[in-house]
């Protein structure tokens, strides 16, 4: 990927920049990872995450020197995207003490580092099309193609934004011990994860006017974070989560079965297969 992204790209002494984002985003977990293994801790985890998100989006913008009008839109993406993302997760994992995921983890010194260095993988390939546009040797003027990109980061990033809303506050007013049923997600199970799809998806059709030749591989980012979502990390284990607080409850099995898991219906309603 550090290759791929390279190709035709802005070189920083005898490094291509691309290269020195993808190593830098690694090296700050690695390093985030010594207090945190010694505190035993996982509370800063997602923070630095998007931390890392914002460092290197800017390195990349700032150390390439360019001020063309998309450069400078995806870099403000990314850093809005991630300073909601990571100050809406570090007060979550503040309020509730701690994460459930890492209690077996934490005690492990290599599989704790394995989580923070998985970190730098995500940072790396999600963001890979867009560090690959800012450090391009290549710029082109926006078009109408643009703008619809841009549209649908915005729709994306609102949906994400309402929907993690909408559950804090029912959470707030009704416990974790329920499930929700209303706002965006009446109509959608996980619309909180369609939004962040949505919103790689538009950084990355911004991108691409830009990528020649191996960078092209780079576009593999809004894949990734449809397959994290959908088959890894995000809806399989709430979905199992969710079977085992309430798969025996009517009500559930109802939502469940009238709900889309991802993607609202256009019209009607009817079983989810």
């Known amino acids: 990927m550090a290759a791929a992204g390279s190709f035709n790209g802005i070189v920083v002494g005898q490094l291509p920049l691309f290269a020195l984002c993808i190593f830098l985003a690694f090296a700050v977990q690695w390093l985030a990872f010594v207090p945190a293994y010694l505190r035993q801790t996982e509370k ?3 923070l630095t995450g998007s931390i890392t998100y914002i460092g290197v989006a800017i390195i990349a913008l700032v150390l390439s020197q360019k001020t063309d009008s998309r450069s400078l839109l995806l870099t ?3 850093v809005v995207w991630a300073l909601r993302l990571g100050s809406f997760l570090f007060l979550r994992i503040r309020a509730d003490g701690a994460d459930s995921r890492f209690d077996k983890i934490k005690p492990n010194p290599l599989s704790f580092l394995a989580t923070w ?3 730098g993988l995500w940072v790396s ?3 890979a099309c867009a560090l690959a546009a800012i450090t ?3 710029s082109t003027a926006l078009s109408l193609f643009d703008l619809g990109a841009i549209l649908l980061w915005l729709v994306g990033f609102a949906v994400e934004v309402v929907s993690d809303r909408q559950k804090r506050q029912f959470r707030a007013a009704n416990g974790s011990g329920q499930f929700i049923t209303s706002g965006l997600w009446s109509i959608s199970r996980h619309p909180n994860y369609l939004g962040e799809i949505m919103l790689w998806l538009g950084i990355a059709l911004l991108a691409a006017p830009v990528l020649q030749g191996w960078q092209w591989i780079t576009m ?6 449809y397959l994290l979502l959908t088959r890894v990390s995000g809806i399989p284990l709430l979905e199992k989560k969710a079977d085992k607080l ?3 409850d009517p009500r559930y099995q109802a939502y469940k079965a009238n709900t889309p898991i991802l993607l609202p219906r256009l019209a009607g309603r009817g079983r989810n297969d």
Do not use: C
């Open 44 to 46: 800063f985890y997602d």
């Open 76 to 78: 403000a993406m990314i």
């Open 117 to 119: 260095s998985l970190q």
């Open 125 to 127: 390939v999600t963001g």
């Open 136 to 138: 391009s040797g290549n």
């Open 220 to 225: 593999i980012s809004p894949v990734f974070v």
């Open 246 to 248: 309430w798969g025996q």
